[in-house]
């Protein structure tokens, strides 16, 4: 499958890693040479593009993708085109490659722009997929949101994406907003993180010490809500027992109102997504 990105920045960067990564582990062995670059596998043939060539191209050489000038050279051929660049630049970009575009499968990773406003700049051979992710797709330990209308692409974005991690099917277009969930929850646990992390430092343990005692607690407790398929406050009341050191912990949290906050957090983003796409319909 030939897969083109155009955009690496962030998060069409991740996108690369993980979808080359994966190409290995899942069709041939990778290698790493000492300069700490990835050999090539055998899975999707990538091509990247931006507007900054330098950084295509150091990206490339990391992932052994195929780089291209420019968005035209890049699409030329392409079963899928992931669109990763900013909202403001996607309706330039997509007349530039309006032209090369044949029954490609175009999947935008942009925010808040709706399937419509793809509909009306490309051709209506192209079929169109929305995805949202975070950023721990390169890693393989990410979390992809997708609407595609048809059971064809959906079967070809969750075998491109399978190996960034978990990838979920949006019932409906507008579901996809939901996805903020786990793209800016990152942001709010990764706060968490850190204020722990400081606290550790405060009372002698190194910053390192610290932040992988609270970057694992994070890790683990999403791993037993998934795994375990417990409820969060059952597993709170499993690591909190009676008389215990960790209700009093909970008990500053809970008076700040710790969830109820997480909650507006979590709110405001899903909101926020839905207003921008609804103004760009």
Not at 123 to 150: D, F, H, W
């Amino acid at each position: 499958m030939k897969v083109c990105i155009l955009g690496v920045g962030k998060m069409g960067s991740a996108l690369a890693v993980g979808i080359a990564r994966g190409s290995g582990r899942d069709f041939g062995a990778w290698s790493q040479n000492p300069e700490g670059e990835i050999a090539r596998g055998r899975g999707a043939q990538l091509t990247l593009c931006d507007h900054s060539h330098a950084k295509a191209a150091a990206l490339a050489r990391k992932t052994g993708a195929g780089v291209a000038k420019t968005a035209k050279q890049a699409v030329e051929g392409a079963d899928a085109i992931i669109i990763a660049v900013k909202p403001d630049a996607t309706a330039a970009l997509l007349e530039e490659i309006q032209k090369e575009l044949g029954e490609t499968l175009i999947i935008s990773v942009v925010a808040g722009l709706p399937m419509s406003y793809y509909k009306k700049r490309v051709p209506r051979s192209c079929r169109v997929a929305l995805i949202m992710s975070n950023l721990a797709v390169q890693i393989g330990k990410g979390t992809t949101m997708y609407y595609a209308e048809s059971h064809v692409d959906a079967k070809e974005i969750e075998a491109l994406l399978a190996p960034t991690g978990a990838v979920i099917r949006a019932r409906k277009e507008e579901d996809i907003d939901f996805a903020m969930l786990t793209g800016s929850g990152m942001a709010f646990f990764l706060a968490a993180i850190e204020g722990m992390a400081k606290a550790g430092e405060m009372h002698g343990l190194t910053y390192a010490q610290a932040l992988t005692l609270s970057a694992k607690a994070a890790e683990g407790a999403g791993a037993l809500v998934l795994e375990k398929e417990i409820k969060p406050l059952e597993l709170e009341k499993m690591v909190a027992t009676k008389k215990g050191i960790t209700l009093q912990g909970l008990r500053i949290l809970r008076k700040a109102k710790v969830k109820h906050h997480f909650h507006r957090a979590a709110h405001a983003v899903i909101m926020d997504a839905k207003r921008r796409r609804k103004k760009n319909r």
